[in-house]
């Protein structure tokens, strides 16, 4: 079973310029989380989607944002890119077990902003 | 405010060194305690789910056990491979709340 994947790799942009990262869940799974990691920090939530919309969303500005396809693919958009925006974006997708949403991430996209 | 504290921020064991890593954690309402491991610039990979007080999990040389408060990762006769940095989460059981409250993690460093 293919895991999440995410796109591209790496991303290098100037600040002031719009970054789209994508991500595909495991198959199966309609949820979709966003998640940023800063170099020495931990993993901050930014946007959860499911079923097509947004649920919930972290203690971001609204120059983040994304949204879901009609095949559970996920798209986030940073615009006006800043350069502490500099960080590690990992996408997980999810299926209730149980009570629970076990997450899987993706290998993550590597952002820098110059 | 939900939290969630590991400790300590790093370590350093020999191979063969047996250790136990912690997670402490203050929610409103504990709905599932994760446990994943991350290498290098790569994504976290799940290791454990714990749902209740006295629940233990075990995976090769990993346990992973949860208290009202605290959730220890164990981990016995480390070898060289399991040099990672160790992530726990908590889902709050919140509704509308799906997402995850991470740790800052514990850099397991093991030594040949």
């Known amino acids: 079973e293919a895991g999440v994947t995410q796109s591209p790799t790496h991303l290098i942009k100037t600040r002031g310029q719009q970054a789209t990262l994508r991500c595909s869940p495991i198959?199966?799974?309609?949820?979709v989380y966003w998640y940023q990691q800063a170099l020495g920090l931990g993993l901050q939530f930014l946007l959860w989607?499911?079923?097509?919309?947004?649920?919930n969303r972290g203690n971001f500005p609204p120059r983040f944002s994304g949204r879901q396809f009609p095949n559970y693919s996920s798209e986030l958009n940073v615009n006006a890119l800043e350069l502490e925006d500099s960080a590690l974006y990992l996408c997980a997708s999810s299926i209730p077990t149980g009570l629970v949403y076990e997450q899987y991430f993706g290998p993550g996209t590597r952002l820098t902003v110059t | 405010e939900d939290q969630v504290t590991q400790s300590p921020e790093a370590l350093r064991l020999q191979e063969g060194e047996s250790s136990s890593l912690n997670c402490s954690y203050t929610?409103?309402?504990?709905?599932?305690l994760f446990w994943y491991r991350q290498d290098p610039g790569k994504g976290p990979e799940f290791l454990f789910t714990?749902?209740?007080a006295g629940e233990e999990k075990e995976k090769e040389r990993l346990k992973a056990t949860l208290t009202k408060k605290e959730s220890f990762l164990h981990i016995t006769a480390p070898k060289p491979e399991d040099s990672a940095t160790y992530l726990c989460?908590?889902?709050?059981?919140?509704?509308?709340?799906?997402?995850?409250?991470f740790g800052t993690g514990t850099r397991l460093t093991v030594i040949p």
């Open positions: 989607y499911d079923e097509g919309e947004e649920r």
């Open positions: 714990l749902y209740s």
């Open positions: 929610v409103s309402g504990l709905r599932g």
């Open positions: 198959s199966g799974h309609t949820s």
């Open positions: 989460a908590v889902q709050v059981d919140q509704t509308g709340a799906n997402n995850l409250f």
